[in-house]
């Protein structure tokens, strides 16, 4: 585990428990310099996103579970083929039970194309985070704590195989992929494009990288940022 004065970097550089060889995105979204928008990403491609009412504190940007919604257009591929995706969520589930509550999208201009991992409360019955892609979803009956920090990690091994955690427990595996779909942009919080899927929380730190990490490494990140949560 990293010493404590090695993962407080107020730079808002990565932490040293992060695979910086394999990261194509670090959006912390505590971070002042992602106070205002339009604001460029912490990783070595910084990435443009636009942020859409979602309100800035020093541990991230609140979702009100309206119409608040983060948009990096570059920043899709991300979500296509191998890699992992992770970042810290503080849910808020008083929104109500709706379908499809986004957490992350990868969103195109066609309805059967759009992958996105959300929160799915619908009928017929709970459903806990999902991942829909290409018109079929499956769901991991997994729900976040309400108004509990975790840290929710999403690691593709294969077309049929993403490994779903939640704090470095493995919770779920999906057998769908999350496509390789082109002209898409990534959007945390909502999709806006083909309606209104919001979720209530706040997001912290966002993260990508085009390796799939091992649980090991997945840990790494985990220890080097959750004392920013209080963890």
């Not at 604001?39 to 309206?66: C, E, I, M, N, Y």
């Not at 509990?148 to 769908?176: G, H, M, P």
């Not at 085009?210 to 990140?221: F, M």
């Amino acid at each position: 585990m990293p010493l404590a004065s090695e993962v407080r970097r107020p730079s808002g550089l990565p932490p040293r428990g992060i695979i910086l060889s394999g990261l194509v995105l670090y959006a912390p979204l505590w971070h002042p310099d992602l106070s205002l928008s339009p604001f460029k990403t912490k990783d070595p491609f910084q990435h443009s996103g636009t942020v859409t009412s979602a309100v800035w504190t020093p541990q991230g940007r609140t979702f009100d579970g309206l119409w608040d919604e983060i948009v990096l257009p570059a920043a899709a591929g991300v979500m296509s083929g191998a890699g992992t995706l992770a970042f810290w969520f503080k849910y808020d589930s008083s929104v109500g039970a709706v379908d499809d509550r986004i957490l992350l999208a990868k969103r195109t201009a066609a309805a059967g194309t759009n992958y996105q991992i959300s929160i799915s409360v619908a009928a017929p019955g709970n459903r806990g985070v999902s991942l829909y892609t290409g018109g079929a979803q499956q769901n991991s009956l997994y729900f976040p704590t309400v108004g509990q920090w975790e840290y929710l990690s999403f690691r593709r091994t294969s077309a049929t195989s993403i490994i779903f955690a939640a704090n470095c427990v493995d919770k779920f595996t999906f057998t769908l992929d999350w496509g390789a779909g082109t002209g898409a942009t990534l959007a945390i919080g909502n999709m806006t494009n083909l309606g209104d899927y919001p979720v209530k929380g706040t997001f912290g730190d966002v993260l990508g990288s085009n390796l799939t990490l091992t649980s090991t490494e997945d840990q790494r990140i985990y220890l080097a940022t959750k004392w920013r949560y209080g963890l």
